[in-house]
């Protein structure tokens, strides 16, 4: 069975780069139809999709966050990164990474997700 | 993108059935079948209960169903029980790759 674990720095400073990492247990990142995600949810507040990539470069990213976003996968550690660069206090909450099917060619419209990871909560404070 | 809406809260009996709307634009849903549903436990991680606006994953509950009508998709839940007490999201894809939540319902078992 699939699982997905986020790990990285729970508290990051104002204007830093938030970095986190995402490990695939129970598969690997280049089998199968696709995407490795991040969402967002800030504390109290509904879920926000980050972006995503498939591992043959394929990569999409929310408008809203493009320009300060980097999502990278790992194939050699079967890892999914994320880097998120000039952070605000805005950019506080739990950051899960997430598998969503499914991604067969350029026609294709991968739009659901199973699994999540846990999640993990990042603090933008100084 | 902006975020698909659906009502802030719903509410029913257990027992009962309660229906959750999600509604989009037409550049949000394209008219597509490409609309999912997850269910979020306080604390916990999201899961996915609907997929491709009707499929129930191997696992949930046929209690819980889905379906659309033009940019509007519903979750149904007939039968309320205590456990369904959560909060619920809807999920489109929205093109290029890209997908759209909903703002979220909380669901409450009176």
């Known amino acids: 069975q699939l699982q997905m674990q986020e790990s990285g720095p729970g508290l990051v400073k104002p204007s830093e780069i938030l970095s986190l990492t995402c490990t695939v247990s129970g598969g690997s990142i280049t089998s199968g139809p696709y995407f490795w995600d991040w969402i967002r949810q800030p504390p109290g507040k509904g879920l926000e999709w980050i972006g995503g990539m498939h591992y043959s470069g394929a990569t999409s990213y929310n408008t809203s966050l493009e320009s300060r976003v980097t999502i990278s996968v790992d194939t050699s550690k079967n890892q999914l990164s994320l880097k998120l660069r000039s952070v605000t206090a805005a950019d506080t909450a739990v950051y899960y990474c997430?598998?969503?099917?499914?991604?067969?060619?350029?026609?294709?419209?991968?739009?659901?997700?199973?699994?999540w990871g846990q999640g993990t909560l990042v603090t933008v404070s100084s | 993108q902006s975020a698909l809406t659906q009502p802030r809260s719903v509410s029913g009996s257990p027992g009962q059935p309660v229906t959750i709307s999600c509604t989009g634009t037409s550049s949000d849903f394209g008219g597509s079948v490409y609309v999912s549903w997850y269910q979020q436990h306080p604390g916990k991680a999201p899961t996915l209960i609907i997929y491709d606006i009707t499929v129930r994953p191997s696992g949930v509950p046929d209690r819980f169903s889905g379906s659309k009508s033009g940019n509007t998709a519903s979750l149904t839940i007939s039968g309320l029980q205590a456990e369904d007490e959560a909060d619920y999201y809807c999920c489109s894809y929205a093109g290029s790759y890209t997908v759209v939540f909903g703002g979220g319902t909380r669901l409450t078992v009176l």
């Open positions: 997430a598998r969503r099917c499914c991604y067969f060619d350029s026609g294709s419209r991968p739009n659901w997700f199973d699994p």
